[in-house]
């Protein structure tokens, strides 16, 4: 009999996934022996493990690696997203931290479940292999279904976590059913090899893979919440307590970037044709029903909901643009759409307080008298999502704007730039409400030092980073061509 | 060369003293506010001095010129240097700025460190504008002037100011981001670079280039404004606080007009000419039929508006006669109207300060109570008029000049300019002005207090000086206007 053999796989590109998973369980256990006091130790935990994490990617070699049989891909690209998550969750978890506090949500189980999250993302990011894709995305979607039901009093909670995990799943039925018709056609689930599957033979199976990647583009555009697919945004958004809202639109987004780059690019560029034109309707959709329909809410939550919904319009230019140029900007535009998301959710859990959601467009009004330095920080994140200098989000749509121009689609291009008009509209109105308008409750605004720290951070940035790209900019492009 | 970056200290001084103004927090500093503003202010005006005794107004190409790397991603330097035209519109930018603060000084009382950092803000941006080199940084800086405009329409703002404020910002974004359009396509033709140097050099197709000028068109027209993309700015101007009314007419009106001269004019140059007629007849509109609107106004400030853009009309008309006479005309007619359109709100100001009403109606024998101001406000009245001595003469009189040697009735048209003017302006200061003293509040009223004084003198002296003895302006033009003609009028198709 042959000894069956278990080789050990290299670990190290794993490393900060490991610990992360580590650090999930222990903060998990540490958490049970906690008195309800000292649970900010769990908060302290769970900051110091991402923190750790992020240093660990930092650290690495910078070198693309596979490792578990080629399943797991370690590139530059996986490194720079992976740090933005990490930031972006613990700044999360900051904002979050008296609004979930005063919900009697401040409980272990929040920790661990952002924690899980992030393994989910991490995971995704740095997958190679369709199963390894799909674990991910279910461990980062499991943990956000139940993070949206946490508040289990609320029936807007419960109601917005039923519909999140019934389309999810719905969501993740479709891709595994167009990862099974890739597998099908070229008889593996390694995306390296699908590639080279699909360009090596002049496959006869061809229509199978066109379906398969109708059945991906559908899935991805349900993760991103691009239209058509774009139902559950604004009810998830809305329903969901803010700071687990603010973690649905922010982070994830990144993940959901990975997934189409490591789907779309690196398994089926060869089929760049078919999914071009998929994904230029579904951005075109979503930048014109995103919004208009924007225009229409009164509701903070639901209103950013579509802005998000017209952002992934833009993430999807870029990618359609098909070459690195493109990738880039499309990468540069969601990190810096993470950062103006978590700016304007972190504002509302800013405002809001216990018993109270500021959540209307109106809890806005007159903020300038109450706090001039936090209006600042809310006017520089709605001019940076309205796309204007000196904000970073100018470039952002500057990057994309160009990738697709170069790519040929002119009046794509026309068309992105007036529905960004649209946009300015109603992100002016916040604008207008903050400083035109008088303010109709003047409870004073008492964050705690280390949100306050953040979120003028946070709000600086994009105005640092408006008058100084080049450094995000070149980090995106430069990783996106180390990774291709 | 100079050690220190003159351009840059000229863009950054302001907006530096703008945030320390901020940082003065609420309206209990007031006093600190003002002060301080004042300072960054005239400092700001003050280093701009030697851009003009060291200007070379023999040399062509641009002077004080800086380069360095900012966006290497995109090929983008920060770029700066000016020539004669720049030089100008920098230096009225400067002075105007310090004249809003004064104007300011009394009149805002509350949020007033948000008010005096709008606009040393601004006052920064828009010497950005004037500056930039590249495409990107130009455009930059010309966006950016929109957010503290659209902050001080709404703040300090009239009733109706929400409107008019968003209206504001909607217009002129629609246009610009078009031009954003042209500028991807440009840097995307040119392999990849921002500079104005290779935009200048690029040789473009003509649909190409009639499509990049549309473009470029609908940003600049909708600044000037030109007919009939004009209608923001009659509610922009009645509501925007006086300060927001000078600045907007002084200095954010020529940002139009310099990017027709900077942009539309050198980098397509064919275009440009072959829809010069086009241009032509909306400016003779503006000019005409605006004019006619303008004598029907019975609100001050919106009949200043009004005649901005008919004045402005001007301006597009000179810029696409193409001969030197005629550019030249135009620029010393943004000067002029910079001047003349500042004084002209300001004297509405220091009226509405006092009796909080902007109609004709309620005034009436004004000079009986204010004979100090009603000889200043005759002086701006008749050089908005253009009676000759006064600034006001000499834009429009070159001008018609140079359309005189292109058409007949374009002279003929921009001509009848002089007599609408005329008719509007002196009307309406017959109106407020003669007359018996109308109702108890005109009777109330009191003279100029000396801060309103000095900035009508200073103005006065600047609208006298400037009719008088215009050679300095002209001189520094010549070199830059004669340049830019010649460039334009070799054909860049390829």
């Known amino acids: 009999m042959q000894p069956i053999a278990f080789p050990i796989p290299d670990l190290a590109p794993a490393a900060p996934e490991i610990f992360l998973l580590v650090a999930a369980c222990a903060v998990l256990l540490i958490d049970v022996f906690l008195a309800e006091r000292s649970r900010w130790v769990s908060y302290v935990l769970t900051l110091i493990t991402l923190a750790v994490c992020a240093v660990m990617v930092v650290t690495g070699t910078g070198a693309t690696v596979y490792t578990f049989s080629d399943m797991f891909v370690r590139d530059p690209m996986a490194d720079v997203l992976k740090v933005s998550v990490c930031v972006a969750v613990a700044t999360i978890l900051i904002y979050g931290r008296t609004y979930i506090g005063d919900r009697g949500m401040y409980r272990g189980e929040l920790f661990v479940l952002a924690l899980f999250a992030t393994l989910g ?19 980062l979607s499991l943990a956000l279904y139940s993070m949206v039901a946490l508040q289990r009093d609320s029936r807007a909670a419960v109601e917005a976590a039923m519909k999140y995990f019934i389309l999810g799943a719905l969501a993740s039925g479709l891709l595994l059913y167009g990862m099974s018709m890739i597998y099908g056609a070229t008889g593996t689930m390694n995306l390296e090899q699908i590639a080279s599957a699909i360009a090596g033979t002049d496959n006869p199976k061809v229509w199978v893979l066109g379906l398969g990647v109708a059945f991906l583009v559908a899935g991805i555009g349900f993760k991103l919440g691009a239209v058509p697919f774009h139902m559950w945004v604004p009810d998830v958004y809305h329903g969901a307590p803010t700071a687990v809202t603010v973690f649905i ?49 009164t509701n903070l939550k639901r209103m950013l909901a579509y802005s998000t919904i017209s952002h992934m319009g833009f993430v999807l230019l870029g990618v359609l643009s098909g070459d690195l140029n493109g990738y880039g900007s499309a990468m540069f535009y969601v990190i810096t759409y993470v950062l103006m998301s978590l700016a304007a959710f972190g504002m509302i859990l800013l405002l809001s307080r216990d018993g109270f959601e500021a959540d209307m467009l109106d809890d806005f009004k007159g903020l300038n008298r109450r706090s001039p330095w936090y209006a600042f920080m809310m006017l520089i994140t709605m001019f940076s999502m309205a796309g204007l200098p000196p904000t970073v989000g100018f470039y952002a749509k500057l990057a994309v704007l160009q990738a697709v121009f170069s790519a040929g689609f002119i009046w794509v291009a026309v068309l992105a730039v007036l529905m960004s008009l649209v946009g300015a509209f109603y992100y002016l109105r916040i604008v207008k409400l903050m400083y035109f308008d008088e303010p109709k409750d003047v409870t004073p605004i008492l964050p705690h030092p280390d949100m306050r720290l953040v979120l003028s951070v946070n709000g600086l940035s994009m105005l640092v980073l408006g008058i100084l790209p080049q450094p995000l900019m070149a980090l995106c492009i430069v990783s996106i061509q180390y990774s291709l | 060369m100079n050690a220190l970056p003159l351009l840059s200290t000229v863009i950054w001084l302001p907006i530096l003293a703008g945030i320390a103004v901020l940082f003065t927090g609420s309206d209990r500093n007031a006093g600190l506010a003002r002060l301080l503003a004042l300072v960054g202010a005239i400092a700001g005006f003050v280093v701009a001095l030697p851009l003009w005794t060291g200007f070379d107004s023999s040399a062509s190409g641009f002077q004080f010129v800086e380069r360095e790397q900012w966006i290497q991603a995109f090929n983008v330097y920060y770029h700066l240097g000016i020539d004669g035209i720049s030089l100008l519109l920098i230096l009225l ?59 001080v329409i709404g703040v300090w703002g009239g009733p109706n100011r929400v409107y008019a404020a968003l209206k504001f910002f909607l217009y002129t974004l629609m246009g610009s981001l078009l031009a954003l359009i042209a500028l991807i396509y440009l840097y995307l033709s040119s392999g990849g670079s921002f500079s104005f140097f290779d935009w200048y050099m690029l040789p473009i197709p003509f649909a190409a280039q009639v499509l990049v000028f549309l473009a470029f068109f609908l940003a600049f027209a909708v600044k000037v404004p030109m007919v009939p993309v004009h209608t923001w700015l009659p509610d922009a101007h009645v509501e925007a606080p006086t300060g927001g009314s000078v600045v907007l007419a002084a200095i954010m009106l020529k940002l139009g007009g310099y990017g027709f001269l900077r942009l539309s004019l050198p980098i397509v140059p064919d275009a440009s000419q072959a829809l010069s007629g086009f241009v032509i007849v909306l400016s003779l509109i503006a000019v005409v039929y605006i004019g006619l609107v303008a004598l029907a106004q019975s609100d001050m400030k919106k009949l200043i508006a009004y005649s901005s853009i008919s004045h402005m009309g001007f301006v597009t008309l000179g810029i696409f006669l193409f001969n030197s006479i005629a550019v030249e005309g135009a620029i010393i ?41 009603a000889s200043f406000f005759m002086l701006f009245a008749m050089a908005n008029a253009g009676l000759p001595g006064t600034s006001g003469f000499v834009g429009e009189f070159m001008v018609i000049m140079g359309a005189a040697k292109v058409n007949f009735w374009y002279a003929f048209l921009a001509a009848a300019t002089l007599i609408l003017g005329a008719a509007y302006t002196l009307w309406m200061y017959k109106r407020v002005v003669f007359g018996a003293v109308a ?51 070799k054909s860049k198709l390829p």
């Open chain 1, 121 to 139: 993302m991490m995971i995704m990011i740095s997958a190679s292999h369709l199963l390894l894709l799909y674990l991910g995305l279910e461990l």
């Open chain 2, 93 to 151: 930018n400067c002075f105007t700025t310090v004249l809003v603060v004064i104007a300011g000084w009394k009149v805002i009382d509350s949020r007033v460190a948000q008010y005096m950092a709008a606009f040393l803000i601004l006052s920064g941006l828009m010497n950005g504008v004037f500056c930039a080199l590249d495409g990107l940084l130009f455009y930059v800086f010309f966006e950016a002037t929109l957010i503290p405009m659209f902050i």
């Open chain 2, 333 to 373: 007619q943004m000067i002029s109207h910079g001047f003349i359109s500042a004084a002209l709100f300001l004297c509405v100001g220091v009226l509405y300060d006092r009796m909080h009403s902007r109609q004709i109606a309620d005034y009436g024998g004004v000079v009986n109570r204010m004979p100090v101001f």
């Open chain 2, 439 to 489: 109702n108890d509040h005109v009777a109330a009223l009191d003279d100029l207090s000396a801060r309103e004084t000095l900035f009508m003198v200073v103005l006065a002296i600047c609208v006298l000086f400037m009719g008088i003895y215009p050679a300095p302006f002209t001189e520094v033009l010549h070199v830059s206007v004669n340049d830019l003609l010649a460039h334009v009028a």
């Open chain 1, 249 to 297: 639109g922010s982070a994830p987004k990144l993940a959901a970037f990975a997934l189409v780059m490591r789907l779309l690019v690196t398994g089926l560029e060869s089929m760049v044709v078919d999914w071009q034109q998929m994904l230029l309707l579904l951005s075109i959709a979503s930048l014109v029903i995103g919004n208009l329909t924007a225009i229409a809410q």
